[in-house]
């Protein structure tokens, strides 16, 4: 288990993470969802150990010794963002994507990197006559799947999706969260998505954490309709996400 203890961060006069714990469970998917400026990606930065908390720590299971200050391999907690062309060098080709971690992280030989490659292909359902194409080549929902497949690569215990769907129409979002979906059940990896759709959040989660201004201010374990949430904010959230479902008719 992932988790943080009383987690702070602050930007000058801003509080963006305001005292946060919270679990991310192996076998399962985590989610927090909240609006826009409400601190989850400072969040993920944080669960990544892209960015130090001011106060508080980040553990794994029942150890007591923070996983900053144990300078803890990172490959272990992957984090795949929204913006899946920026986060991809235009040099490479899909298969070098793939190939990098395998051979730098897991120091796997060329024979055995090629057939872990093929497998990494069928887990994310990325094309295998693409791998030679470059990734400025290749579509957003390839892109995406090629970042996911990047991600299993490292052999991480926890992938953190920030927004990571939110660019893709809904048929193809639809199509990558049941795979996900599917491959979480296959493998160890705890998965924890951000994401301010709270249709995300309801197909995906285990356990939802709603988050505002910095707070979590509710936890709803496998919840099963919008009626499960309590607070008033997160049935503004849920009336938000209605409004929005008319208004594009899905
Ligand atoms: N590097 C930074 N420097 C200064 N302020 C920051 C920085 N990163 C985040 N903030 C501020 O911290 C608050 C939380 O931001 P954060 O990006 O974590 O929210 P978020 O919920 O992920 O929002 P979004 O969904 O829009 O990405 C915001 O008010 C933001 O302006």
């Known amino acids: 288990m992932l988790r943080t203890e009383n987690v702070t961060k602050k930007y000058g006069q801003q509080t963006a993470v305001n005292g946060v714990s919270l679990e991310i469970k192996d076998n399962a998917v985590t989610v927090i969802v909240g609006e826009s400026g409400s601190g989850k990606s400072t969040l993920a930065r944080m669960l990544s150990l892209i960015e130090k ?5 980040i553990l794994l299971d029942d150890s007591n010794s923070d996983l900053i200050s144990a300078k803890t391999d990172r490959r272990l907690i992957q984090l795949v963002m929204q913006d899946a062309a920026s986060s991809l060098d235009p040099h490479q080709s899909a298969r070098q994507v793939i190939d990098e971690p395998l051979k730098l992280l897991i120091k796997m030989e060329k024979v055995q990197r090629a057939r872990r490659i093929e497998e990494l292909c069928d887990m994310v359902k990325f094309p295998k006559e693409k791998l030679k194409n470059k990734v400025t080549e290749l579509s957003g929902g390839q892109q995406k799947r090629l970042c996911i497949a990047r991600a299993l690569a490292a052999e991480p215990k926890y992938i953190i999706f920030d927004e990571a769907f939110s660019g893709l129409d809904v048929t193809l979002r639809r199509c990558i969260l049941t795979m996900l979906k599917k491959l979480r059940e296959k493998l160890e990896t705890g998965f924890l998505i951000i994401t301010h759709d709270l249709d995300t959040a309801m197909f995906m989660a285990d ?34 996400a209605e409004y929005k479902r008319q ?4």
Request: hydrophobic share 35%; net charge positive.
């Open 53 to 57: 908390p001011d106060s508080g720590r």
């Open 207 to 240: 356990r939802i954490y709603v988050m505002r201004s910095g707070n979590i201010i509710e936890t709803l374990d496998r919840p099963k309709s919008f009626l499960d949430f309590k607070e008033d904010y997160s049935k503004e959230l849920v009336r938000a």
């Open 247 to 250: 208004a594009l008719q899905i």
